[in-house]
Antibody, heavy 125, light 109 residues
Framework: QLQLQESGPGLVKPSETLSLTCTVSGGSISSSSYYWGWIRQPPGKGLEWIGSIYYSGSTYYNPSLKSRVTISVDTSKNQFSLKLSSVTAADTAVYYC?????????????????WGQGTLVTVSS | QSVLTQPPSASGTPGQRVTISCSGSSSNIGSNTVNWYQQLPGTAPKLLIYSNNQRPSGVPDRFSGSKSGTSASLAISGLQSEDEADYYCAAWDDSLNGLFGGGTKLTVL
């Protein structure tokens, strides 16, 4: 069964770029059955969808973050990545990667299962 | 302020049935499926209900989902102490945006 694990720096300075990687095990990131997504949760707050990518490279981004977000896939490493530029303290959050099952001819359904354990990223100087 | 509106809190006693609502609009719940997540303290969210009323393997049938128009509901019957958690609804919006509700904290009294 699929397992996901986030990795990356836990501390990022304001105005810099946050970079995280999600390593997929138990299955191929090149599968046509899944979208690969990023979701974040500020401390004590709710969930926010950041974006999703298909193995072919097609992406969907949260419009409120679109100008700062890039999600990409590395099929050789069975990983997908998140880059968020020009970060501020408001980007401090636990960042989760997750798998979303593809429904043919439909956009992401937000059927996220499974999830990684999450990684806390703090934006501070 | 989330586009999908949930009550911030809900409560019930063991054995009771509780429902959590999620209100949206024609561009999200009205035209796409609704999913529900359970988040226990300090853990990643877990998919509880997908496609309005489907339970993933392993989710007890005490949990059920429904949708009508631009609103959806999660019902938990036979409430247990281990059900104390945060619950989130989620739905795709036709503006090409994924939405989560603000979350409901369920307390088992």
């Amino acid at each position: 069964q699929l397992q996901l694990q986030e990795s990356g720096p836990g501390l990022v300075k304001p105005s810099e770029t946050l970079s995280l990687t999600c390593t997929v095990s138990g299955g191929s990131i090149s599968s046509s059955s899944y979208y690969w997504g990023w979701i974040r949760q500020p401390p004590g707050k709710g969930l926010e969808w950041i974006g999703s990518i298909y193995y072919s490279g097609s992406t969907y981004y949260n419009p409120s973050l679109k100008s700062r977000v890039t999600i990409s896939v590395d099929t050789s490493k069975n990983q997908f990545s998140l880059k968020l530029s020009s970060v501020t303290a408001a980007d401090t959050a636990v960042y989760y990667c997750a798998t979303d099952l593809v429904v043919p001819a439909a956009p992401p359904q937000l059927w996220f299962d499974p999830w990684g354990q999450g990684t806390l990223v703090t934006v501070s100087s | 302020q989330s586009v999908l509106t949930q009550p911030p809190s809900a409560s019930g006693t063991p054995g009771q049935r509780v429902t959590i609502s999620c209100s949206g609009s024609s561009s999200n719940i009205g035209s796409n499926t609704v999913n529900w997540y359970q988040q226990l303290p300090g853990t990643a969210p877990k998919l509880l209900i997908y496609s309005n009323n489907q339970r993933p393997s392993g989710v007890p049938d005490r949990f059920s989902g429904s949708k009508s128009g631009t609103s959806a509901s999660l019902a938990i019957s036979g409430l247990q102490s281990e059900d104390e958690a945060d619950y989130y609804c989620a739905a795709w919006d036709d503006s090409l945006n994924g939405l989560f509700g603000g979350g409901t904290k369920l307390t088992v009294l």
